[in-house]
Protein backbone atom coordinates (compact mmCIF):
# COMPACT_ATOMS: atom_id res chain seq x y z
CA UNK A 1 0.00 0.00 0.00
CA UNK A 2 1.42 3.50 -1.10
CA UNK A 3 1.85 6.07 1.31
CA UNK A 4 -0.57 7.99 -0.04
CA UNK A 5 -3.48 5.65 -0.05
CA UNK A 6 -5.12 7.21 3.69
CA UNK A 7 -4.95 10.45 1.38
CA UNK A 8 -7.81 8.93 -1.27
CA UNK A 9 -9.61 6.74 1.98
CA UNK A 10 -10.62 10.26 3.06
CA UNK A 11 -11.13 12.10 0.48
CA UNK A 12 -13.57 8.96 -0.93
CA UNK A 13 -14.92 9.10 2.59
CA UNK A 14 -15.89 12.41 2.42
CA UNK A 15 -17.54 11.87 -0.84
CA UNK A 16 -19.38 9.48 0.38
CA UNK A 17 -20.66 11.87 3.03
CA UNK A 18 -21.93 14.41 1.13
CA UNK A 19 -23.70 11.85 -1.74
CA UNK A 20 -25.78 10.48 1.62
CA UNK A 21 -26.09 14.06 2.59
CA UNK A 22 -27.38 14.99 -0.51
CA UNK A 23 -29.36 12.01 -1.44
CA UNK A 24 -31.31 13.34 2.47
CA UNK A 25 -31.63 17.04 1.16
CA UNK A 26 -33.92 14.82 -1.73
CA UNK A 27 -36.06 13.32 0.07
CA UNK A 28 -37.49 16.88 1.56
CA UNK A 29 -39.03 17.67 -1.87
CA UNK A 30 -39.31 14.05 -2.88
CA UNK A 31 -42.03 13.99 0.26
CA UNK A 32 -43.90 17.23 -0.34
CA UNK A 33 -44.14 16.07 -3.97
CA UNK A 34 -45.79 13.02 -3.51
CA UNK A 35 -48.15 15.05 -0.94
CA UNK A 36 -49.61 17.90 -2.58
CA UNK A 37 -49.72 16.73 -6.27
CA UNK A 38 -50.23 12.86 -6.14
CA UNK A 39 -53.31 11.25 -5.42
CA UNK A 40 -52.23 9.39 -1.91
CA UNK A 41 -54.61 9.27 0.91
CA UNK A 42 -52.88 10.07 3.81
CA UNK A 43 -52.92 6.54 5.25
CA UNK A 44 -51.17 5.76 1.92
CA UNK A 45 -48.11 7.96 2.33
CA UNK A 46 -46.25 5.74 5.06
CA UNK A 47 -46.26 3.06 1.98
CA UNK A 48 -45.33 4.89 -0.22
CA UNK A 49 -42.47 6.65 2.04
CA UNK A 50 -41.57 3.22 2.57
CA UNK A 51 -41.37 2.59 -1.23
CA UNK A 52 -39.26 5.27 -1.60
CA UNK A 53 -37.00 4.28 0.78
CA UNK A 54 -36.53 1.22 -0.67
CA UNK A 55 -35.96 2.94 -4.31
CA UNK A 56 -32.98 4.48 -2.30
CA UNK A 57 -31.68 1.44 -1.06
CA UNK A 58 -31.33 -0.48 -4.43
CA UNK A 59 -29.93 2.87 -6.02
CA UNK A 60 -27.37 3.72 -3.46
CA UNK A 61 -25.12 0.76 -4.55
CA UNK A 62 -24.93 1.72 -8.04
CA UNK A 63 -24.29 5.36 -6.71
CA UNK A 64 -21.27 4.18 -4.70
CA UNK A 65 -20.29 1.91 -7.65
CA UNK A 66 -20.17 5.30 -9.75
CA UNK A 67 -18.71 7.47 -7.62
CA UNK A 68 -15.61 4.68 -7.04
CA UNK A 69 -15.54 4.46 -11.13
CA UNK A 70 -15.26 8.40 -11.36
CA UNK A 71 -12.75 8.77 -8.57
CA UNK A 72 -10.57 6.09 -9.82
CA UNK A 73 -8.12 8.18 -12.20
CA UNK A 74 -7.58 10.30 -8.82
CA UNK A 75 -7.05 7.11 -7.06
CA UNK A 76 -4.33 6.36 -9.51
CA UNK A 77 -2.67 9.58 -9.65
CA UNK A 78 -1.97 9.56 -5.88
CA UNK A 79 0.00 6.64 -6.30
CA UNK A 80 3.52 6.12 -4.98
CA UNK A 81 5.15 6.18 -8.06
CA UNK A 82 2.63 7.39 -10.44
CA UNK A 83 3.71 8.22 -13.75
CA UNK A 84 3.56 12.06 -14.74
CA UNK A 85 0.22 11.10 -17.05
CA UNK A 86 -0.89 9.69 -15.12
CA UNK A 87 -1.22 12.86 -11.92
CA UNK A 88 -2.37 14.81 -15.32
CA UNK A 89 -5.68 12.63 -15.97
CA UNK A 90 -6.39 12.56 -12.05
CA UNK A 91 -5.85 16.55 -11.93
CA UNK A 92 -8.10 16.87 -14.36
CA UNK A 93 -10.67 14.27 -13.34
CA UNK A 94 -10.19 15.94 -10.00
CA UNK A 95 -11.39 19.48 -11.84
CA UNK A 96 -14.03 17.61 -13.71
CA UNK A 97 -15.59 16.02 -9.96
CA UNK A 98 -18.29 18.47 -9.48
CA UNK A 99 -19.61 18.71 -13.35
CA UNK A 100 -19.37 14.85 -12.71
CA UNK A 101 -21.47 15.10 -9.83
CA UNK A 102 -24.26 17.10 -11.66
CA UNK A 103 -24.38 14.28 -14.75
CA UNK A 104 -24.53 11.07 -12.72
CA UNK A 105 -27.79 12.51 -10.54
CA UNK A 106 -29.52 14.19 -12.82
CA UNK A 107 -28.78 11.68 -15.03
CA UNK A 108 -28.28 7.80 -14.08
CA UNK A 109 -29.07 8.48 -10.40
CA UNK A 110 -32.79 10.17 -11.58
CA UNK A 111 -33.39 7.70 -14.59
CA UNK A 112 -33.05 4.63 -12.42
CA UNK A 113 -34.48 5.80 -9.56
CA UNK A 114 -37.31 6.84 -11.16
CA UNK A 115 -37.69 3.67 -13.16
CA UNK A 116 -37.38 1.60 -10.01
CA UNK A 117 -40.10 3.46 -8.32
CA UNK A 118 -42.37 3.44 -11.10
CA UNK A 119 -42.31 -0.11 -10.94
CA UNK A 120 -43.00 -0.59 -7.31
CA UNK A 121 -46.13 2.28 -7.54
CA UNK A 122 -47.70 -0.29 -10.18
CA UNK A 123 -46.67 -3.28 -8.25
CA UNK A 124 -48.07 -1.75 -5.29
CA UNK A 125 -51.52 -0.18 -7.15
CA UNK A 126 -53.48 -3.59 -6.02
CA UNK A 127 -52.77 -3.82 -2.85
CA UNK A 128 -53.01 -0.26 -2.09
CA UNK A 129 -55.50 0.39 -3.71
CA UNK A 130 -53.87 3.46 -5.74
CA UNK A 131 -55.56 5.45 -8.68
CA UNK A 132 -52.94 6.78 -10.71
CA UNK A 133 -53.43 7.54 -14.63
CA UNK A 134 -50.51 8.47 -17.00
CA UNK A 135 -51.18 11.82 -15.93
CA UNK A 136 -50.04 11.41 -12.30
CA UNK A 137 -46.73 8.79 -13.96
CA UNK A 138 -46.09 11.69 -16.61
CA UNK A 139 -45.90 14.08 -13.84
CA UNK A 140 -43.56 11.81 -11.67
CA UNK A 141 -41.25 11.66 -14.39
CA UNK A 142 -41.13 15.24 -15.05
CA UNK A 143 -40.78 16.17 -11.21
CA UNK A 144 -38.42 13.28 -10.56
CA UNK A 145 -36.18 14.43 -12.88
CA UNK A 146 -36.04 18.37 -12.31
CA UNK A 147 -36.90 19.47 -8.51
CA UNK A 148 -36.57 16.24 -6.49
CA UNK A 149 -32.74 16.26 -7.22
CA UNK A 150 -31.75 19.84 -7.37
CA UNK A 151 -31.44 20.00 -3.85
CA UNK A 152 -29.53 16.92 -3.96
CA UNK A 153 -26.98 18.34 -6.64
CA UNK A 154 -26.14 21.46 -4.91
CA UNK A 155 -25.46 20.20 -2.11
CA UNK A 156 -22.95 17.50 -2.82
CA UNK A 157 -22.07 19.92 -6.23
CA UNK A 158 -21.30 22.95 -3.72
CA UNK A 159 -19.28 20.35 -0.89
CA UNK A 160 -17.38 17.97 -3.69
CA UNK A 161 -16.08 21.02 -4.80
CA UNK A 162 -14.92 22.64 -1.84
CA UNK A 163 -12.90 19.51 -0.50
CA UNK A 164 -11.42 19.04 -4.02
CA UNK A 165 -9.37 21.86 -3.45
CA UNK A 166 -6.93 20.81 -0.95
CA UNK A 167 -6.86 17.28 -3.00
CA UNK A 168 -5.83 19.61 -6.22
CA UNK A 169 -2.78 21.41 -4.57
CA UNK A 170 -1.23 18.13 -3.72
CA UNK A 171 -1.45 16.75 -7.19
CA UNK A 172 -0.26 20.40 -8.61
CA UNK A 173 2.67 20.08 -6.51
CA UNK A 174 3.13 16.63 -7.78
CA UNK A 175 3.65 17.47 -11.16
CA UNK A 176 5.58 20.37 -10.92
CA UNK A 177 8.06 17.89 -9.11
CA UNK A 178 8.09 15.24 -12.06
CA UNK A 179 9.85 16.96 -15.59
CA UNK A 180 7.08 17.49 -18.59
CA UNK A 181 7.81 15.48 -21.49
CA UNK A 182 7.80 17.01 -25.26
CA UNK A 183 4.20 16.80 -26.68
CA UNK A 184 2.62 15.54 -23.16
CA UNK A 185 -1.14 16.20 -23.32
CA UNK A 186 -2.04 18.93 -21.06
CA UNK A 187 -4.54 18.51 -18.41
CA UNK A 188 -7.77 19.80 -19.80
CA UNK A 189 -10.82 19.87 -17.60
CA UNK A 190 -14.15 20.89 -18.77
CA UNK A 191 -15.24 24.44 -18.46
CA UNK A 192 -18.42 24.87 -16.22
CA UNK A 193 -18.40 28.64 -15.81
CA UNK A 194 -20.86 30.61 -13.35
CA UNK A 195 -22.90 31.80 -16.13
CA UNK A 196 -22.88 28.06 -17.42
CA UNK A 197 -24.04 27.29 -13.96
CA UNK A 198 -26.66 29.78 -13.31
CA UNK A 199 -28.25 28.75 -17.20
CA UNK A 200 -29.06 25.08 -15.39
CA UNK A 201 -30.29 25.40 -12.16
CA UNK A 202 -31.91 29.13 -12.28
CA UNK A 203 -34.80 27.15 -14.69
CA UNK A 204 -34.97 24.61 -12.68
CA UNK A 205 -35.17 26.21 -9.37
CA UNK A 206 -38.53 28.51 -11.35
CA UNK A 207 -40.00 26.62 -13.80
CA UNK A 208 -40.21 23.43 -11.37
CA UNK A 209 -42.45 25.16 -8.28
CA UNK A 210 -44.75 27.01 -10.71
CA UNK A 211 -45.64 23.54 -12.49
CA UNK A 212 -45.76 21.62 -8.62
CA UNK A 213 -48.53 24.63 -7.72
CA UNK A 214 -50.45 24.22 -10.68
CA UNK A 215 -50.42 20.31 -10.54
CA UNK A 216 -51.54 20.20 -7.11
CA UNK A 217 -54.32 22.94 -7.28
CA UNK A 218 -55.46 20.65 -10.85
CA UNK A 219 -55.12 17.69 -8.69
CA UNK A 220 -57.36 19.39 -5.39
CA UNK A 221 -60.34 19.98 -7.86
CA UNK A 222 -62.37 16.93 -7.68
CA UNK A 223 -65.07 16.40 -10.16
CA UNK A 224 -66.08 18.27 -13.47
CA UNK A 225 -68.07 20.87 -11.93
CA UNK A 226 -65.78 21.73 -9.20
CA UNK A 227 -63.07 21.69 -11.89
CA UNK A 228 -65.07 24.62 -13.68
CA UNK A 229 -65.40 26.21 -10.83
CA UNK A 230 -61.63 26.50 -9.84
CA UNK A 231 -61.19 27.04 -13.43
CA UNK A 232 -60.77 30.90 -13.68
CA UNK A 233 -58.57 30.73 -10.88
CA UNK A 234 -56.68 28.68 -12.08
CA UNK A 235 -55.75 30.43 -15.13
CA UNK A 236 -55.26 32.91 -13.36
CA UNK A 237 -52.37 31.07 -11.08
CA UNK A 238 -51.14 29.53 -14.60
CA UNK A 239 -50.56 33.35 -16.35
CA UNK A 240 -48.98 34.59 -12.68
CA UNK A 241 -46.61 31.71 -12.22
CA UNK A 242 -45.38 31.40 -16.13
CA UNK A 243 -45.12 34.92 -15.83
CA UNK A 244 -43.08 35.09 -12.80
CA UNK A 245 -41.06 32.66 -13.42
CA UNK A 246 -40.10 34.05 -17.18
CA UNK A 247 -38.97 37.22 -15.54
CA UNK A 248 -37.29 35.14 -12.89
CA UNK A 249 -35.28 33.67 -15.17
CA UNK A 250 -35.14 36.79 -17.31
CA UNK A 251 -33.32 38.70 -14.06
CA UNK A 252 -31.26 35.59 -13.50
CA UNK A 253 -29.91 35.71 -17.09
CA UNK A 254 -29.19 39.32 -17.14
CA UNK A 255 -27.47 38.81 -13.58
CA UNK A 256 -25.69 35.73 -15.30
CA UNK A 257 -24.44 37.59 -18.44
CA UNK A 258 -23.57 40.62 -16.68
CA UNK A 259 -21.05 37.43 -13.87
CA UNK A 260 -19.73 36.16 -17.08
CA UNK A 261 -19.04 39.99 -18.72
CA UNK A 262 -17.15 40.68 -15.68
CA UNK A 263 -15.42 37.35 -15.37
CA UNK A 264 -14.34 37.51 -19.34
CA UNK A 265 -12.57 41.09 -18.04
CA UNK A 266 -10.41 39.20 -15.07
CA UNK A 267 -9.72 36.26 -17.12
CA UNK A 268 -8.57 38.43 -20.72
CA UNK A 269 -6.50 40.78 -18.17
CA UNK A 270 -4.77 37.62 -16.78
CA UNK A 271 -3.73 35.69 -19.78
CA UNK A 272 -1.96 38.93 -20.92
CA UNK A 273 -0.07 39.02 -17.93
CA UNK A 274 1.02 35.49 -18.37
CA UNK A 275 1.94 36.05 -21.11
CA UNK A 276 4.76 39.00 -20.40
CA UNK A 277 2.22 41.87 -21.20
CA UNK A 278 2.80 44.02 -17.72
CA UNK A 279 0.99 46.63 -19.08
CA UNK A 280 -2.51 44.82 -19.20
CA UNK A 281 -5.50 46.44 -16.68
CA UNK A 282 -8.73 45.10 -15.89
CA UNK A 283 -11.06 47.50 -17.20
CA UNK A 284 -13.65 46.46 -14.75
CA UNK A 285 -15.35 49.36 -12.29
CA UNK A 286 -17.76 47.91 -9.73
CA UNK A 287 -18.38 47.74 -6.12
CA UNK A 288 -18.93 43.48 -6.10
CA UNK A 289 -16.50 41.33 -5.25
CA UNK A 290 -15.41 41.54 -8.86
CA UNK A 291 -14.21 44.99 -9.16
CA UNK A 292 -12.70 44.46 -5.48
CA UNK A 293 -10.54 41.50 -7.65
CA UNK A 294 -9.96 43.80 -10.46
CA UNK A 295 -8.50 46.87 -8.17
CA UNK A 296 -6.06 44.01 -6.67
CA UNK A 297 -5.40 42.54 -10.15
CA UNK A 298 -4.64 45.68 -11.66
CA UNK A 299 -2.63 46.66 -8.11
CA UNK A 300 -0.66 43.51 -8.49
CA UNK A 301 0.23 44.41 -12.63
CA UNK A 302 1.69 47.52 -11.26
CA UNK A 303 3.63 46.36 -9.15
CA UNK A 304 4.92 43.64 -11.83
CA UNK A 305 5.37 46.35 -14.40
CA UNK A 306 7.68 48.29 -11.97
CA UNK A 307 9.51 45.02 -10.73
CA UNK A 308 10.15 44.66 -14.70
CA UNK A 309 11.23 47.74 -15.16
CA UNK A 310 13.80 47.54 -12.33
CA UNK A 311 14.44 44.35 -13.79
CA UNK A 312 15.14 45.93 -17.58
CA UNK A 313 17.61 48.68 -15.92
CA UNK A 314 19.22 46.61 -13.97
CA UNK A 315 19.70 44.82 -17.45
CA UNK A 316 21.06 47.29 -18.69
CA UNK A 317 24.41 47.45 -16.26
CA UNK A 318 25.40 44.07 -17.75
CA UNK A 319 23.98 40.97 -19.47
CA UNK A 320 20.51 39.65 -18.73
CA UNK A 321 21.72 36.40 -17.67
CA UNK A 322 23.98 38.05 -15.53
CA UNK A 323 21.17 40.48 -13.76
CA UNK A 324 18.64 37.13 -13.40
CA UNK A 325 21.58 35.60 -11.28
CA UNK A 326 22.15 38.88 -9.11
CA UNK A 327 18.32 39.20 -8.64
CA UNK A 328 18.28 35.39 -7.76
CA UNK A 329 21.04 35.77 -5.00
CA UNK A 330 19.71 38.98 -3.73
CA UNK A 331 20.61 41.56 -1.75
CA UNK A 332 21.92 39.75 1.05
CA UNK A 333 23.47 37.11 -1.04
CA UNK A 334 26.76 35.55 1.10
CA UNK A 335 30.14 36.53 -0.54
CA UNK A 336 31.70 33.22 -1.79
CA UNK A 337 35.09 31.90 -2.83
CA UNK A 338 35.38 31.16 -6.73
CA UNK A 339 37.68 30.08 -8.79
CA UNK A 340 37.61 32.51 -11.86
CA UNK A 341 39.23 34.01 -14.58
CA UNK A 342 39.85 38.52 -14.37
CA UNK A 343 40.10 40.51 -17.40
CA UNK A 344 41.59 43.96 -17.31
CA UNK A 345 41.74 45.80 -21.16
CA UNK A 346 42.83 49.31 -20.93
CA UNK A 347 42.73 51.81 -24.08
CA UNK A 348 47.15 53.09 -24.59
CA UNK A 349 47.67 56.90 -24.90
CA UNK A 350 44.22 57.71 -24.39
CA UNK A 351 45.28 60.70 -22.48
CA UNK A 352 46.98 62.21 -25.06
CA UNK A 353 44.02 61.62 -27.58
CA UNK A 354 41.83 63.66 -25.16
CA UNK A 355 44.04 66.94 -25.40
CA UNK A 356 42.31 69.54 -27.60
CA UNK A 357 39.14 67.45 -28.19
CA UNK A 358 35.59 67.90 -26.33
CA UNK A 359 33.80 65.68 -23.99
CA UNK A 360 31.42 64.54 -26.32
CA UNK A 361 33.91 63.35 -28.87
CA UNK A 362 36.00 62.32 -26.21
CA UNK A 363 33.00 60.33 -24.52
CA UNK A 364 31.72 59.28 -28.36
CA UNK A 365 34.88 57.71 -29.14
CA UNK A 366 35.36 55.57 -25.49
CA UNK A 367 31.57 55.11 -25.69
CA UNK A 368 32.04 52.81 -29.28
CA UNK A 369 35.44 50.71 -27.97
CA UNK A 370 33.64 50.23 -24.89
CA UNK A 371 30.49 49.02 -26.41
CA UNK A 372 31.99 46.67 -28.61
CA UNK A 373 34.30 45.18 -25.70
CA UNK A 374 31.37 45.03 -23.45
CA UNK A 375 29.29 42.87 -26.16
CA UNK A 376 32.84 40.64 -26.76
CA UNK A 377 32.70 39.92 -22.69
CA UNK A 378 28.84 39.24 -22.76
CA UNK A 379 29.53 36.85 -25.72
CA UNK A 380 32.07 34.97 -23.73
CA UNK A 381 29.47 34.62 -21.03
CA UNK A 382 31.41 37.12 -18.84
CA UNK A 383 30.62 39.68 -16.11
CA UNK A 384 31.43 43.61 -16.48
CA UNK A 385 32.43 44.54 -12.94
CA UNK A 386 33.29 47.74 -13.17
CA UNK A 387 34.24 50.63 -15.93
CA UNK A 388 37.54 51.74 -15.22
CA UNK A 389 37.62 55.54 -16.90
CA UNK A 390 38.80 54.16 -20.38
CA UNK A 391 39.28 50.54 -19.82
CA UNK A 392 36.81 47.37 -17.89
CA UNK A 393 37.39 44.31 -15.66
CA UNK A 394 35.89 41.77 -16.66
CA UNK A 395 34.69 38.54 -14.56
CA UNK A 396 34.49 35.28 -15.90
CA UNK A 397 33.24 32.47 -13.50
CA UNK A 398 31.09 34.64 -11.52
CA UNK A 399 28.50 35.06 -10.47
CA UNK A 400 27.93 32.34 -13.58
CA UNK A 401 29.91 29.45 -13.26
CA UNK A 402 31.36 28.61 -15.98
CA UNK A 403 33.18 25.40 -17.31
CA UNK A 404 36.44 26.58 -18.51
CA UNK A 405 36.77 30.65 -17.43
CA UNK A 406 40.11 30.65 -18.48
CA UNK A 407 38.91 29.71 -21.78
CA UNK A 408 36.02 32.33 -21.75
CA UNK A 409 38.27 35.12 -20.82
CA UNK A 410 40.78 34.36 -23.51
CA UNK A 411 37.98 34.32 -26.26
CA UNK A 412 36.44 37.32 -25.00
CA UNK A 413 39.85 38.70 -25.12
CA UNK A 414 40.67 37.75 -28.63
CA UNK A 415 37.30 38.91 -29.25
CA UNK A 416 37.86 42.08 -28.35
CA UNK A 417 40.88 42.81 -30.79
CA UNK A 418 38.99 41.32 -34.17
CA UNK A 419 35.74 43.71 -33.16
CA UNK A 420 38.51 46.61 -31.94
CA UNK A 421 40.49 45.95 -35.96
CA UNK A 422 36.41 46.66 -37.27
CA UNK A 423 36.20 49.46 -35.51
CA UNK A 424 39.63 51.33 -36.29
CA UNK A 425 38.82 50.54 -39.99
CA UNK A 426 35.90 53.08 -39.48
CA UNK A 427 37.58 55.16 -37.83
CA UNK A 428 40.18 55.98 -40.21
CA UNK A 429 37.56 56.62 -42.99
CA UNK A 430 35.90 59.16 -40.41
CA UNK A 431 39.85 60.47 -39.70
CA UNK A 432 40.17 59.38 -36.38
CA UNK A 433 43.28 57.90 -35.28
CA UNK A 434 42.92 54.15 -34.80
CA UNK A 435 42.93 52.62 -31.01
CA UNK A 436 45.66 51.19 -29.34
CA UNK A 437 44.21 48.62 -26.55
CA UNK A 438 46.61 46.39 -23.87
CA UNK A 439 44.28 42.86 -22.17
CA UNK A 440 45.68 40.99 -19.20
CA UNK A 441 43.91 38.11 -17.97
CA UNK A 442 44.59 36.00 -14.68
CA UNK A 443 43.00 33.11 -13.56
CA UNK A 444 42.95 32.59 -9.38
CA UNK A 445 40.76 32.33 -6.19
CA UNK A 446 38.69 35.36 -5.06
CA UNK A 447 36.11 36.01 -2.76
CA UNK A 448 33.11 37.29 -5.01
CA UNK A 449 30.19 39.04 -3.49
CA UNK A 450 28.29 42.64 -2.68
CA UNK A 451 29.30 44.82 -0.95
CA UNK A 452 28.16 48.24 0.28
CA UNK A 453 25.17 49.72 1.94
CA UNK A 454 22.10 47.65 0.62
CA UNK A 455 19.53 50.42 1.82
CA UNK A 456 21.32 53.28 -0.90
CA UNK A 457 24.12 51.24 -3.21
CA UNK A 458 25.58 47.64 -3.47
CA UNK A 459 28.29 46.54 -6.05
CA UNK A 460 28.69 42.99 -6.99
CA UNK A 461 32.61 42.70 -6.79
CA UNK A 462 35.55 40.34 -6.47
CA UNK A 463 38.41 40.40 -3.94
CA UNK A 464 41.40 38.87 -4.15
CA UNK A 465 45.43 38.61 -5.20
CA UNK A 466 44.20 37.40 -8.65
CA UNK A 467 42.55 40.75 -9.52
CA UNK A 468 45.53 42.60 -8.82
CA UNK A 469 48.08 40.29 -10.40
CA UNK A 470 45.81 40.76 -13.64
CA UNK A 471 46.09 44.47 -13.44
CA UNK A 472 49.51 44.76 -13.33
CA UNK A 473 49.56 41.95 -16.32
CA UNK A 474 47.74 44.41 -18.20
CA UNK A 475 50.09 47.49 -17.95
CA UNK A 476 53.06 44.80 -18.37
CA UNK A 477 51.90 44.48 -22.45
CA UNK A 478 53.15 48.46 -22.16
CA UNK A 479 56.78 46.66 -21.47
CA UNK A 480 56.26 43.96 -23.29
CA UNK A 481 54.62 45.42 -26.16
CA UNK A 482 51.81 42.92 -26.68
CA UNK A 483 48.04 43.74 -27.29
CA UNK A 484 47.58 40.82 -25.11
CA UNK A 485 48.61 39.18 -22.27
CA UNK A 486 47.47 35.56 -20.76
CA UNK A 487 49.79 34.23 -17.48
CA UNK A 488 50.74 30.63 -16.85
CA UNK A 489 47.39 29.79 -14.60
CA UNK A 490 45.45 31.20 -17.87
CA UNK A 491 47.96 29.08 -19.94
CA UNK A 492 47.52 26.04 -18.53
CA UNK A 493 43.55 25.91 -18.73
CA UNK A 494 43.57 27.11 -22.49
CA UNK A 495 42.50 24.68 -25.58
CA UNK A 496 44.92 23.45 -27.84
CA UNK A 497 43.71 26.19 -30.64
CA UNK A 498 44.15 28.91 -28.25
CA UNK A 499 47.52 27.86 -27.17
CA UNK A 500 48.72 27.77 -30.75
CA UNK A 501 48.26 31.43 -30.77
CA UNK A 502 50.13 31.92 -27.26
CA UNK A 503 54.10 33.13 -27.59
CA UNK A 504 56.89 31.43 -25.58
CA UNK A 505 56.79 31.84 -21.38
CA UNK A 506 57.99 35.11 -20.56
CA UNK A 507 58.96 36.13 -16.96
CA UNK A 508 58.72 39.59 -15.67
CA UNK A 509 58.87 41.46 -12.40
CA UNK A 510 55.67 43.49 -11.96
CA UNK A 511 55.22 45.72 -9.28
CA UNK A 512 53.53 44.99 -5.68
CA UNK A 513 54.31 40.66 -6.74
CA UNK A 514 57.46 39.62 -5.15
CA UNK A 515 58.11 36.50 -7.23
CA UNK A 516 58.21 36.91 -11.34
CA UNK A 517 55.09 36.76 -13.28
CA UNK A 518 55.00 34.24 -15.71
CA UNK A 519 52.75 35.10 -18.90
CA UNK A 520 52.55 34.47 -22.53
CA UNK A 521 52.08 37.13 -25.34
CA UNK A 522 49.03 35.86 -27.63
CA UNK A 523 48.77 36.39 -31.19
CA UNK A 524 45.78 38.94 -32.06
CA UNK A 525 46.23 40.18 -35.30
CA UNK A 526 45.84 44.17 -34.16
CA UNK A 527 47.80 46.48 -36.73
CA UNK A 528 49.08 49.82 -35.41
CA UNK A 529 49.61 51.83 -38.63
CA UNK A 530 48.12 54.63 -36.70
CA UNK A 531 48.08 54.64 -33.00
CA UNK A 532 47.08 56.83 -30.68
CA UNK A 533 50.39 58.13 -29.33
CA UNK A 534 51.50 58.71 -33.19
CA UNK A 535 47.99 60.63 -34.32
CA UNK A 536 47.08 62.63 -30.88
CA UNK A 537 46.87 65.63 -32.48
CA UNK A 538 45.17 64.57 -35.56
CA UNK A 539 42.09 66.25 -36.70
CA UNK A 540 38.51 64.82 -35.19
CA UNK A 541 35.16 65.17 -37.24
CA UNK A 542 32.46 65.80 -35.44
Given at each position: ???????????????????????????????????????????????????????????????????????????????????????????????????????????????????????????????????????????????????????????????????????????????????????????????????????????????????????????????????????????????????????????????????????????????????????????????????????????????????????????????????????????????????????????????????????????????????????????????????????????????????????????????????????????????????????????????????????????????????????????????????????????ADLTDSQKALAGPALEEQVRGVEKPVTVHAIQTGLSHARSLDAGAA?????
Amino acid sequence: MSAVTPVFRAFFRRCVRHLLLGTAVSVIPAAGFYLVTMPFTTGQMPAVLALGALTLAIVLPLDLWLLRRTLAPIADALEENASRNSVLRGYARLLDLPWLVLVRIFGPHALIASAIMTGLIIAAKRPMQLELDWHDYAAFWFFSLTIVPIGHVVYEFTAVERDSHTLANLLGERLSEIPAQPGEPAANPRSFTLATRMRIFFPLLAIAPVAAVILAVLKRSEGLADFKEHLPMLIDMVVIGTVAAAFFIFLMYRLGNEISFQTRQLTSALDRLAVGNLSARVELHATSEFGQIAEHVNAMAGKLAERQHIRDLFGAYMTPEVADKLLEIGAKGESEVRHVAVLFVDVRGFTAFSRGRSPRVILAVLNQFLEEAVEAVAHARGTVNKYLGDGLLAVFGAPIELENPCASAFQAGLEMCRRLRTLNSEFVIAGIPELRIGIGIHAGDVVVGSIGSAKYKLEYTVIGDAVNVASRIEQLTKTVGAEMLVSAEVFADLTDSQKALAGPALEEQVRGVEKPVTVHAIQTGLSHARSLDAGAAAPMSA
